[in-house]
């Protein structure tokens, strides 16, 4: 039994090395020549929000006096009781950037809180302890550095609204920045910035002996 190999005609070999050659040449017009012909079939972004509303306002009494930048490498893990990971679970390691504020709450000092000597050259004044702001999350530096979720979950990500939500690992890089920030020297930073700027104000208005004690 013999077996026949068709072979392509010359006129087909002709016609394929000429459709070849205008893909070529195509292909270097649009790089070169029509550098903007591969944004014809591009999309396109639009902002139809409407306009931001003010909800309310509030007087602020607080003077922010440090702010820390940290970073933290959050590892969440979701199992299932009786699943292996590759059926129910979910594992995100998401890597979580953020600002914390210390602050001094000078709306707490009251008229007794500054004591000032006869001839307005001394005082003194008693301050609340520097506080810690809510944690804030910088979106252009947190990320999802890999994600990895189980059959059911994937699954569950094609029928749900928002399968990228990441609110459970932003919270929790949250929490961890803010205890970061507890174990810090921000406050104290916050008060010695605060003292400086006291200072600073009350020997302009002719102070010469200034005195800051944080605690009350």
Known sequence: MTTSIKRMPGWAKVVSAFVLVLVVLFAGLRLAVLPGLRDVFGTETHDNSGPALLKSIQDMSRYDAASGNFQVVVDLEKDAKYLPDAIRGTRTLYVGAGTVDAYVDLGRVGQKDVTVNDDRTSATLRLPHAALGKPAL??????????????????????????????????????????????????????????????????????TDVTVVYGT
């Open 138 to 207: 910088d979106p252009d530096h947190s990320y999802a550095v890999s994600k990895q979720r189980g059959l059911l979950d994937r699954l569950g990500d094609v029928f749900s609204d928002n399968p990228n939500d990441e609110r459970a690992v932003q919270r929790l890089a949250a929490r961890h920045i803010g205890d970061a920030a507890k174990d810090s020297r921000l406050t104290a930073r916050a008060e010695e910035n605060t003292t400086g700027m006291l200072e600073g104000l009350l020997r302009s208005l002719g102070f």
